[in-house]
Every structure is written in structure tokens, then in C-alpha cells.
């Protein structure tokens, strides 16, 4: 897979003349300028508070990097019911491979590691966390899982109109009236 290239400086980053066949740890803060670039367009924005963290190892083998490691950071989301914001919480581990730019390496179709390419003396590795923090975002975020969405006004309300959308969840006072639309299969 193939990974934006890095528009500047990466935050980021393993050297290589560092690196051995014994894994080596690194630990980064992922603060909150980061995600600020990271984020750009995405509707995302860095969650106030501490710094996130990358911990990882890196281990080298000829030319082939291993990298394996843990991410743990906090964004904001805009909570799919309510449109306030939400705060999700990203924890996830990643691996990847990364091997020179041009290098021929074979790749599996059931490989469960990323194949990245690099250049020079240096990982960057921005890319890569950018990817995860994406991936691990939920399609409609909540800003609380019982989030009942945006309240209609009572004077725009229709007399008998019910306060919650159906396509969202029942109220509680239309739960008792079964919908004659669902049948049931006796088991």
C-alpha cells in the first residue's frame, strides 16, 4: 500500500544506521501540532488534554525495516446524531515492512503486514500513522452511545410527533406498539 508522501520534516522518524536485527524501542508523544497537519480536511481535530503516543520497535533485517508498535491518541469527531463534538478515542497496533524504494520483494496475497517503501537513511513514519487514526475512526461517531440527537423545539413540534427519529432509535413511549411491518419466525 502505497502512503501519502510526507509534506515536510516527518515527526515522526527512525534512522536508519540506529537499527539492528534486535528490535530497538522508540516512544513518541503525538501532540497536538501533529494531528493539526495530520487532520487537515478530514473534519477531525485534535482532542484538548495530553498528548497522544506512539510506542513501537523497530528491527532491521539487510534492507527490510520491521516496525510493530501501539498507538494511542484521542480526536474529535462530529457526533453523527447530535452534530456536537465527540470525542473518540483511537487505540490500535500497527506492523509494517518497509523496504527500499525499487526493491523487489515478494508479497503474499495473505500477508497481515503493510508493505511500505522508504528512501534514504530515514522512516518517516507520519504517513502511517495518519492511516491508522483514519481507519480506526467509526463511520457515525457518538459523542455518548445514548445520545438521543439534535431536540426539535416544542413549538415546531407536531402534536403526537415522537421526540427521537425512528431511523435512529424508538422513544420510550412508542417501544410497547410492535411495528406490523416486522414479522416474527417462531423458533
Keep these: 500500500m502505497a502512503l501519502e508522501p510526507d509534506r515536510g520534516m516527518a515527526h ?47 528491527q532491521r533485517r539487510g534492507s527490510e525495516v520491521l516496525v510493530r508498535g501501539r498507538l494511542a491518541v484521542d480526536v474529535l469527531a462530529e457526533c453523527a446524531r447530535c452534530l456536537e463534538p465527540a470525542r473518540v478515542a483511537v487505540r490500535t497496533d500497527l506492523i509494517a515492512l518497509f523496504v527500499p524504494a525499487g526493491a523487489d520483494r515478494a508479497v503474499r496475497d495473505d500477508d497481515d503486514i503493510d508493505v511500505e517503501t522508504y528512501r534514504g537513511e530515514q522512516i518517516g513514519l507520519d504517513a502511517l500513522v495518519r492511516e ?52 416474527r419466525k417462531e423458533s
Design 132 to 183: 491508522h487514526i483514519l481507519v480506526e475512526i467509526p463511520m457515525q461517531p457518538l459523542c455518548r452511545p445514548d445520545c438521543p440527537g439534535i431536540e426539535m423545539p416544542a413549538h415546531v413540534r407536531a402534536p403526537g410527533l415522537r421526540d427521537v427519529d425512528e431511523r435512529i432509535g424508538v422513544s420510550a413511549a412508542s417501544s410497547a406498539v410492535p411495528d406490523p411491518r416486522v414479522t
Design 12 to 58: 515522526f522518524s527512525i534512522d536508519l544506521l540506529e537499527l539492528s536485527p534486535v528490535a530497538r524501542p522508540y516512544a513518541f508523544d503525538v501532540g497536538s501540532a501533529y494531528l493539526l497537519e495530520a487532520l487537515e480536511g478530514t473534519g477531525l481535530q485534535p482532542s484538548p488534554g495530553a498528548p497522544g503516543s506512539l510506542d513501537l520497535e523497530a
